[in-house]
């Protein structure tokens, strides 16, 4: 009878040892870092900032680089929200982070201003401490416990008092039961939320409202081949103020896709948050007409959400001034190649090697059903925006644009995407992958028929 709590001892000892522990820190979630796309300087970064282990301690910041440039220095201002410190350092970007560590001195809300060539971007996030289980004190106590219990009811039976010694092991058991269920219970219990993080945000059971988003460009009308600021202002609906709780998602605050009537002209881009509410970036349009934008964003406790606006370029087509990182880019430029037809058939090899056509299945995709879309990669694929691959898709109208992402094939020599056209039309598609040094668009046209068409 006595052999029981000590085999219920050992068992609760060794799923201690044994259970999941949970990540020590983390910036985002448990375990992981913050990674944000930033469209800075004339190029594509990754600004990385690494999960802390416990504050005060160093939060190490690298950015990697997505285009051909060499040591980038960014300036690096980390700012303390709660009580104003602030640190500096420089981070140079390169294909794979080289970490530079500030001091942090306490758990919380942050602000990280990145600056590059003249241009300045204000990221906010907070730095998460992992606190212990509030559980773990029931579990130690409970072993503790009945460890007590138990030596005394021992030691009391060596005595020959049998009836105290059965309270004592009666005790000691109660307490390696309370301990054993939680154990097994506390997978489902709920976590202490970690140090720093945001209060429970009051909001209704439908959460916050959509973002009211403006599309503008500075100036009113840019010119063709000319550098211009497209910017994006967010409010709150309910309230009219700036809107500045947006979510990373895809390791971006926002994704915003910038297209030429035409199709001719295409820009996946990272705006910058300038201020509270308000994101921007630089760009040059190469073709003179009408342009529409797309920004893909998420307000926390609200959901994904899709902002739109459309702006007019003035002036003579004229071939695009670009920065040194996108001339150096032997891809052509989808602003001034044709988009290819895609085709049921194996992709011949295009001029210089490249790879062909992506291939449709089924030859001619049906509205309302999913089609799969093979796309060859030119070199090794590096995941970008947390993906292998990006499949971006509008319709020949403008009116629907749809983004989805590879389906795990990356390593093969091709990128498989699977996609459902909502309505028969011709549709305007652009798939993006990352190698060495460089993000390929590979531009295409898919012609979708209606269901009946197929009967």
């Given at each position: ?21 949970p ?85 919380g ?30 579990i ?91 910017r994006i202002?967010l ?33 996946h ?22 342009h ?12 994904g ?91 020949h109208?403008?009116?629907?644009l749809?983004?989805?992402?590879e ?12 996609f459902g ?35």
């Amino acid at each position: 009878m006595r052999l029981l709590p000590v085999w219920a001892a050992c068992l609760a000892a060794v799923l201690v040892l044994v259970r999941p522990v949970p990540a020590e820190a983390h910036v985002v979630a448990a375990g992981a870092d913050l990674r944000v796309a930033q469209t800075i300087a004339g190029t594509e970064l990754t600004v990385v900032v690494e999960g802390v282990e416990r504050v005060p301690g160093e939060l190490r910041i690298g950015v990697v680089a997505y285009q051909p440039v060499t040591g980038l220095p960014v300036a690096l201002e980390l700012r303390s929200v709660a009580d104003g410190r602030t640190v500096t350092g420089t981070a140079h970007a390169g294909r794979e982070p080289r970490y530079t560590p500030l001091w942090v001195e306490r758990a919380g809300p942050h602000e990280l201003r990145l600056r590059a060539g003249d241009e300045v971007a204000v990221v906010p996030f907070r730095v998460l401490v992992e606190r212990a289980s509030v559980w773990e004190p029931l579990i130690y106590g409970g072993l503790f416990t009945a460890g007590l219990l138990l030596v005394g009811g021992l030691l009391t039976g060596a005595l020959s008092r049998p009836r105290p010694a059965m309270l004592l092991a009666g005790g000691a058991a109660v307490g390696l039961t309370i301990a054993f269920a939680v154990v097994v219970l506390e997978p489902w219990l709920p976590p202490s939320p970690p140090d720093g993080a945001a209060p429970t945000a009051e909001a209704g059971v439908q959460g916050r409202p959509f973002a009211q988003g403006r599309v503008a460009t500075v100036p009113a009308r840019p010119v063709a081949g000319e550098e211009f600021t497209l910017r994006i202002d967010l409010v709150d609906g309910s309230t009219g103020l700036p809107l500045d709780d947006l979510a990373v998602h895809h390791e971006a605050l926002a994704h915003l896709v910038v297209t030429s009537e035409d199709g001719r002209a295409f820009h996946h881009v990272h705006p910058l948050r300038t201020a509270p509410g308000r994101l921007e970036v630089r760009m040059r349009a190469a073709r003179p007409g009408r342009h529409l934008a797309y920004a893909e964003l998420e307000r926390q406790d609200s959901g994904g959400q899709l902002v739109t606006g459309e702006f007019t370029v003035g002036g003579e087509p004229s071939p695009a001034k670009t920065s040194p990182a996108e001339s150096a880019a032997t891809e052509p430029s989808p602003a001034e190649t044709p988009s290819a037809t895609a085709s049921a058939e194996p992709s011949p090899a295009g001029p210089a090697g490249r790879p062909g056509p992506p291939r449709l299945h089924p030859a001619v995709p049906v509205a309302g059903r999913p089609a799969t879309i093979e796309v060859e990669t030119s070199g090794a694929v590096r995941p970008w925006l947390g993906m292998a691959g990006h499949l971006i898709v509008r319709s020949h109208d403008g009116a629907f644009l749809g983004h989805v992402h590879e389906m795990g094939s990356a390593g093969s020599g091709r990128l498989r995407f699977t996609f459902g056209f909502p309505a028969a039309g011709r549709y305007l598609a652009w798939a993006q992958y990352a190698t060495g040094d460089r993000i390929v668009t590979v531009p295409f046209t898919v012609d979708v028929t209606a269901p009946e068409a197929t009967r």
